[in-house]
């Protein structure tokens, strides 16, 4: 129930393209949901964020999408550029818990 | 602004050596965290503290690993004796807890420990 279950593993898109991962979650008390950036020698930094009281969420070229009746959740990266190439990794967390439950990690590549 | 600053970036240690994984917090910060990151096991939460004090060890794998916060500025991760499978990255992270909602945590860059 705490897990949270990412894929696919691996992207590889083109220049220009939509890059999308998803994220299920069992856990109906998550109720925070945080996609991290991780680029090859760094520590995750925080991307985009949203709550369940909305459906979706954009910053920039990054939307969040989420389903709670379906506990999904995903990550749209619209016109993807080389310099997004990272690995990505959703997570969630309940109430005021400190706790984040990450995913495994999609590692996206995107070809000029 | 200072992030969270780890150190030493890099370890290479042989087994059964004593090893510290050194970190510091971004100042006013209440939270702090120390992470473990593998290919195989993907991100794993060793150890929680919150204002100094552990509050959530579950995750450390064994006896020996032992973190310690001694103030609110400075942490440390120590394995000892040191084996191989203990090799990875191990990343600090801190945050501002407040008691209505899940926070941001702000990783530094991490410490990659090989020990052969």
């Known amino acids: 129930q705490q897990q949270v279950k990412q894929s696919p593993q691996s992207l590889i898109v083109q220049k220009g393209g939509i890059s999308i991962i998803n994220c299920a979650y069992e856990?109906?008390?998550?109720?925070?949901f945080p996609w991290y950036q991780q680029f090859p020698g760094k520590g995750p930094a925080l991307l985009i964020a949203i709550r369940p009281d909305v459906s979706e969420k954009k910053e920039g070229r990054f939307t969040i999408s989420f389903n709670k009746s379906a506990k999904q959740f995903s990550l749209h990266i619209m016109d993807s550029q080389p310099g997004d190439s990272a690995t990505y990794f959703c997570a969630a967390s309940r109430g005021s818990s400190y706790k984040l439950i990450f995913g495994s990690g999609t590692r996206l590549l995107v070809r000029p | 602004d200072a992030g969270v600053i780890q150190s030493p970036r890099h370890e290479v240690t042989e087994m059964g050596q004593e090893v510290t994984l050194r970190c510091k917090p971004i100042?006013?910060?209440?939270?702090l965290f120390w992470y473990r990151q593998t290919m195989m096991r993907g991100l794993e939460l060793l150890i929680y503290?919150?204002?100094?004090?552990?509050?959530?060890d579950s995750g450390m794998p064994e006896d020996r690993f032992s973190a310690k916060m001694p103030n609110a500025s400075f942490s440390t991760l120590k394995i000892q004796p040191s084996e191989p499978r203990d090799s990875a990255v191990y990343f600090c992270?801190?945050?501002?807890?407040?008691?209505?909602?899940?926070?941001?945590?702000?990783f530094g860059p991490g410490t990659r420990l090989t020990v052969l």
């Open positions: 503290f919150n204002n100094n004090v552990p509050i959530d």
């Open positions: 992270a801190s945050s501002l807890w407040r008691s209505q909602a899940t926070d941001t945590q702000y």
């Open positions: 856990n109906t008390a998550f109720d925070y």
């Open positions: 100042s006013g910060h209440n939270s």
